[in-house]
């Protein structure tokens, strides 16, 4: 990434204001073909008030984004993660090494909070995704319904410590 100042904001779901949501959209409408009204209602009904939004803004604009949502998973026992969704990082920046600050940021919340991180991904992204530090979960995995989640799962802050995952909230 070229020598600029970026800024990196952490912000609960419940303090984001009108205009930061509005550039979140907005950002997200470069990676997926949904209304603005689509996008406002899903976030609406997928991001809870006490989730994450992590923003990095540079130029003065938003350049990348990312959310961290409290979930439950089973594996013996019941375990709180941090799954890590909606990863964008404005068009013109891409190829630039934001994506990799973005991950970064968002695994220095995670292991500042001693929590373990989870994602879904495409298999394109996976090695991505393991250049920052997330390992993928080659065990099985399920939805709430038991369904088998076909996504590349990968973890941050991971210890072997899960042999099966059972997601008991929605996926993100």
Same mark, same amino acid.
């Given at each position: &990434? /070229? *020598? @600029?100042?970026?800024?990196? +904001? %952490? $912000?609960? !779901?419940?303090?984001?204001?009108?205009?930061? &949501?509005? /550039?979140?959209?907005?950002?997200?409408? /470069? !990676?997926?073909?949904?209304?603005?009204?689509? /996008?406002?209602?899903?976030?609406?009904?997928?991001? @809870?008030? @006490?989730?994450?939004?992590?923003? $990095?803004?540079?130029? *003065?604009?938003?350049?990348?984004?990312?959310?961290?949502? !409290?979930?439950?998973?089973? =594996?013996?026992?019941?375990?709180?993660?941090?799954?890590?969704?909606?990863?964008?990082?404005? +068009?013109? %920046?891409?190829?630039?090494?934001?994506?990799?600050?973005? &991950?970064?940021?968002? =695994?220095?919340?995670?292991?500042?909070?001693?929590?373990?991180? &989870?994602?879904?991904?495409?298999?394109?992204?996976?090695?991505?995704?393991?250049?920052?530090?997330?390992? +993928? %979960?080659?065990?099985?995995?399920?939805?709430? @319904?038991?369904?088998?989640?076909?996504?590349?799962? !990968?973890?941050?802050?991971?210890?072997?410590?899960? *042999?099966?995952?059972?997601?008991?909230?929605?996926? %993100?």
């Amino acid at each position: &990434m /070229q *020598s @600029q100042h970026l800024h990196t +904001k %952490f $912000i609960l !779901h419940r303090n984001l204001t009108e205009s930061e &949501m509005e /550039q979140i959209v907005l950002l997200k409408k /470069q !990676h997926w073909d949904y209304t603005v009204e689509d /996008q406002l209602r899903w976030i609406e009904s997928n991001i @809870q008030p @006490q989730d994450i939004h992590l923003l $990095i803004y540079g130029e *003065s604009r938003l350049m990348a984004y990312l959310n961290l949502v !409290h979930r439950t998973v089973l =594996n013996a026992v019941e375990k709180h993660v941090l799954g890590v969704g909606n990863v964008c990082v404005d +068009k013109a %920046f891409r190829r630039t090494g934001l994506g990799a600050v973005l &991950m970064w940021s968002a =695994n220095w919340y995670l292991k500042t909070h001693h929590t373990v991180g &989870m994602l879904l991904c495409k298999a394109p992204l996976c090695r991505f995704y393991e250049s920052v530090a997330w390992e +993928k %979960f080659e065990q099985k995995a399920c939805d709430k @319904q038991g369904n088998v989640l076909n996504e590349n799962i !990968h973890l941050y802050v991971y210890n072997g410590a899960f *042999s099966t995952i059972k997601l008991l909230g929605d996926v %993100f």
